[in-house]
């Protein structure tokens, strides 16, 4: 059994792809936005975990497929948008440190979404795609939780 059946048994096993359960770990960066005080941060948040998990959740073939793609690429770029407004907004209370580390986050999850779609590799691979998505999903969780909390250190 070579890596492309396995992965494909695996999704028939369970019926839902990795990037279902990825896109609920955006809760936590809408709790900790919350919990940092910033609301429009953590609604953005909530607004990405619902769009993330409908597209995800849905069949390909499904008549409503291509709408939860636009509202999640709009969720995406709202979250992306306040990320980057608040890294500037914010830039000298970061260490150089600080600031590669949320810089390395969003360059990695454009490389793995922008570079993955012009070559049809990373996210876009026809049979690890899903897993690479999934990855994506945790790197930008842990790039904004960055943000977020060295913002708060420093």
Known sequence: MNYSNIITTLKSV???????????LFLLNS???AYYGFNVYAALFGILTITSLLFHTTPRNHPH?????V???IAVFSVVVYGAWTLWNNWNKYSVKARFLVIATFLST??????GYMFAIFCYDPVWGDVWHALLHIISVVGHAFLLILMRVY
């Open 14 to 24: 369970t019926k839902l792809n990795p990037c279902v359960y990825s896109s609920a």
């Open 31 to 33: 709790w900790l936005c």
């Open 65 to 69: 497929k291509i709408f939860f793609n």
């Open 71 to 73: 509202m999640d690429k």
């Open 110 to 115: 454009i490389i793995l979404f922008s570079v």
